[in-house]
Nanobody
Framework: QVQLVESGGGLVQAGDSLRLSCTSSGRFSDNTVGWFRQAPGKEREFVAAIRRASGSTSYAESVKGRFTISRDNARSTLYLQMNSLRPEDTAVYYC????????????????WGQGTQVTVSS
């Protein structure tokens, strides 16, 4: 059973940066990995992902150009660098991993972390 643990969330002001981390008990290189977020009263939404086979990345339009997803396979750690944060980025951020053929933007990942809160004040 793969366990995922997120860290790095916090309270920041608009325009600030944060870097989220997600450590895994398994090998990230064997998984498609992604970040999702869920704001109060809203559904969990896709943020960014790295495909298992190709290593290619994909982003939600709302974060493209501001967020960067990366992974360190040696450390089994996934990162999300978030720049130019906006109040609308406020949410609980979750990392996810799947060893199969999951569509990166879907919510069908097999493994999920518990989430880390990001709050952006205006």
């Amino acid at each position: 059973q793969v366990q995922l643990v997120e860290s790095g969330g916090g309270l920041v002001q608009a325009g600030d940066s944060l870097r989220l981390s997600c450590t895994s008990s398994g090998r990230f290189s064997d998984n498609t990995v992604g970040w999702f977020r869920q704001a109060p009263g809203k559904e969990r939404e896709f943020v960014a992902a790295i495909r298992r086979a190709s290593g290619s990345t994909s982003y939600a339009e709302s974060v493209k150009g501001r967020f960067t997803i990366s992974r360190d396979n040696a450390r089994s750690t996934l990162y999300l660098q978030m720049n130019s944060l906006r109040p609308e980025d406020t949410a609980v951020y979750y990392c996810a991993a799947d060893p199969g053929r999951v569509q990166p933007w879907s919510r069908d990942y097999m493994h999920w972390g518990q989430g880390t809160q990001v709050t952006v004040s205006s």
